[in-house]
T-cell receptor, first 116, second 110 residues
Framework: GAVVSQHPSRVICKSGTSVKIECRSL??????MFWYRQFPKKSLMLMAT?????????EQGVEKDKFLINHASLTLSTLTVTSAHPEDSSFYIC????????????FGPGTRLTVL | QKEVEQDPGPLSVPEGAIVSLNCTYS??????FMWYRQYSRKGPELLMY????GNKEDGRFTAQVDKSSKYISLFIRDSQPSDSATYLC??????????FGKGTTLSVSS
């Protein structure tokens, strides 16, 4: 149980385009989902927290207009990287709160974004 | 002082060794303690979850929490090459996001 999927797993796009990443909790309902960014050999950096049906809460330094988050249902959250630039290239990972406890978090497999 | 401190390693051990991974934290308000394993280019996988002081065992893994010392540990018995990964400790308060340690890279050689 407690499986989180992410799609796509890898994406390569041109500079200036937008990319949407989907995160789904497959076997449990997640009232809260989290989006992280991870640079090579670094720990996870929390970008934003989203609650179903409400606006996401962004961490300091994260541009909300650049990283659009939608949490439309208890099993789906999306992250859209708008007008992507090479410096946005990174490993993006979502997690969903729930499962055995509301305070546990289960992570998706991640999406590797490369912006040319 | 950072909220969670974790020695990044790397840590290299021979197959069959007992591995000890540790984290310290600064805020006594933290209530939930987790250990994740992350393989290269994959999302973190939840290994252990606990919210009380003491030990919790699951197979070859034992999580230990000492709230009085603000110290958490993960022990891996009979380590295997497949255990080679980065191990992240994570802590939180109720209703908040996880705070991660930097992760310890473990390599188990056969």
């Amino acid at each position: 149980g407690a499986v989180v999927s992410q799609h796509p797993s890898r994406v390569i796009c041109k500079s200036g385009t937008s990319v949407k990443i989907e995160c789904r909790s497959l076997d449990f309902q997640a009232t809260t989902m989290f989006w992280y960014r991870q640079f090579p050999k670094k720990s996870l950096m929390l970008m934003a927290t989203s609650n179903e049906g409400s606006k996401a809460t962004y961490e300091q330094g994260v541009e909300k207009d650049k990283f659009l988050i939608n949490h439309a249902s208890l099993t789906l959250s999306t992250l859209t990287v708008t007008s992507a630039h090479p410096e946005d290239s990174s490993f993006y990972i979502c997690s969903a709160g729930g499962g055995i406890s509301a305070d546990t978090q289960y992570f998706g497999p991640g999406t590797r974004l490369t912006v040319l | 002082q950072k909220e969670v401190e974790q020695d990044p390693g790397p840590l290299s051990v021979p197959e069959g060794a007992i591995v000890s991974l540790n984290c310290t934290y600064s805020n006594s308000a933290f209530q939930y303690f987790m250990w994740y394993r992350q393989y290269s280019r994959k999302g973190p996988e939840l290994l252990m979850y606990t919210y009380s002081s003491g030990n919790k065992e699951d197979g070859r893994f034992t999580a230990q929490v000492d709230k009085s010392s603000k110290y958490i540990s993960l022990f891996i018995r009979d380590s295997q090459p497949s255990d080679s990964a980065t191990y992240l400790c994570a802590i939180k308060q109720a209703g908040t996001a996880l705070i991660f340690g930097k992760g310890t890279t473990l390599s188990v050689s056969s």
